[in-house]
C-alpha cells in the first residue's frame, strides 16, 4: 500500500490513512502531551498521597511496593485514557484503523507465535549482551516482582504485568508510535524507532549501562510487536502477544523461583 499523505513523499505503509490522519503538527503535540500527562499523573499522586500521609513526604523518591504498584496503575492508565481521547478526535484517526476489532483466528495464531519468537529473541539477546557486558541487570518490573510480600501485592503485579502494561504500551508504541511514523516514513524506520523507544523506556533504572543489557532486548522485542501489529491489523493480538510474554517471566519468578 502507498502512503497518501500530502505532507511527505509517498512511501510504503501498512495502512492507507485517511488524507487528514496523522496531521504532522498535532501528532508531536499529541506525542508531547502523552509524555506530559504520564509524568503529571505520576507526580500528582505521589504529591497528593503525601498530602495525606500515605507516602512519607520526606522520602517521596523511596516508595513502598504497593505504592509503587500504584503510582504504575495511574501513570499507564491516565496516558491510556489520554490516547484513546486524542487518537479519534484530535488525529483524526479512528479505533477500528488502528485494529481494535475482534481478533481472527489468524490473529490469535499470530499472537502466540510472537510471544514465543518475542521470548526466544529477548530473552537470548539479553543473555548475549550479559555475556559481552560483564553485566547482569534486572528489568525495573522483574526486580519488583522478587520484592512483593503478600498476596494483595502480587495479585496486583499480575494485572498490572499481564493485563495494563501491555495494553498501556501497545497503544503508546504501536497503536500511536508505530503508526503515526509509518503514516510518513517507511516500515523499517518505523519499525526500529518505535522499538528502539520501546527498549529505551525499560532502560531507566543504571543508565546508560542499562542499554545495552535491558534496553537492547527489548528493543528487537518491541521490533517484533511492531511487525505483530503490521501484520495482523490487530490491536488485541498485540496485546495477547505482549501479555503473554509478560506472562513468562511473571510464573518463571513467581511459580518456578527463576532468578532473573
Known amino acids: 500500500m502507498q502512503n497518501n499523505s500530502t505532507w511527505a513523499p509517498s512511501v510504503p505503509s501498512p495502512i492507507d490513512w485517511p488524507r487528514e490522519a496523522w496531521n504532522p503538527w498535532f501528532t508531536a503535540l499529541a506525542f508531547v502531551g502523552g509524555l506530559v500527562v504520564f509524568v503529571v499523573a505520576q507526580t500528582a499522586y505521589v504529591l497528593l498521597a503525601a498530602k495525606f500521609h500515605t507516602i512519607d513526604p ?12 500504584i503510582v504504575e496503575f495511574v501513570s ?9 481521547l486524542v487518537l479519534p478526535y484530535a488525529l483524526h484517526v479512528p479505533l477500528s484503523a488502528l485494529g481494535f476489532r475482534a481478533p481472527t483466528a489468524f490473529d490469535l495464531n499470530f499472537a502466540v507465535v510472537g510471544a514465543f519468537a518475542m521470548f526466544v529473541i529477548v530473552n537470548g539477546t539479553g543473555t548475549v549482551t550479559t555475556a ?13 516482582l522478587h520484592q512483593l510480600h503478600t498476596p494483595l501485592e502480587r495479585a496486583g503485579f499480575v494485572v498490572l504485568a499481564c ?16 503508526s503515526a511514523l509509518s503514516r510518513y516514513f517507511p516500515f523499517g524506520v518505523a519499525l526500529v524507532v518505535s522499538g528502539a523507544l520501546f527498549g529505551a523506556l525499560h532502560a531507566t533504572d543504571s543508565w546508560p549501562g542499562e542499554l545495552l543489557t535491558v534496553g537492547l532486548p527489548l528493543a528487537l522485542g518491541g521490533m517484533l510487536l511492531a511487525y505483530v501489529y503490521a501484520k495482523t491489523r490487530c490491536f488485541w493480538a498485540n496485546v495477547i502477544t505482549h501479555a503473554l510474554f509478560n506472562a513468562v517471566g511473571v510464573v518463571g519468578v513467581m511459580v518456578f523461583h527463576v532468578s532473573s
Open 58 to 69: 520526606n522520602h517521596l523518591t523511596q516508595l513502598s511496593v504497593t505504592q509503587t504498584l
Open 76 to 84: 499507564w492508565g491516565s496516558i491510556a485514557v489520554y490516547f484513546l
Open 132 to 144: 559481552l557486558s560483564h553485566r547482569h541487570d534486572t528489568e525495573a518490573a522483574l526486580a519488583l
Open 163 to 178: 493485563g495494563v502494561a501491555p495494553f498501556c504500551e501497545e497503544l503508546t508504541f504501536r497503536a500511536f508510535l508505530f
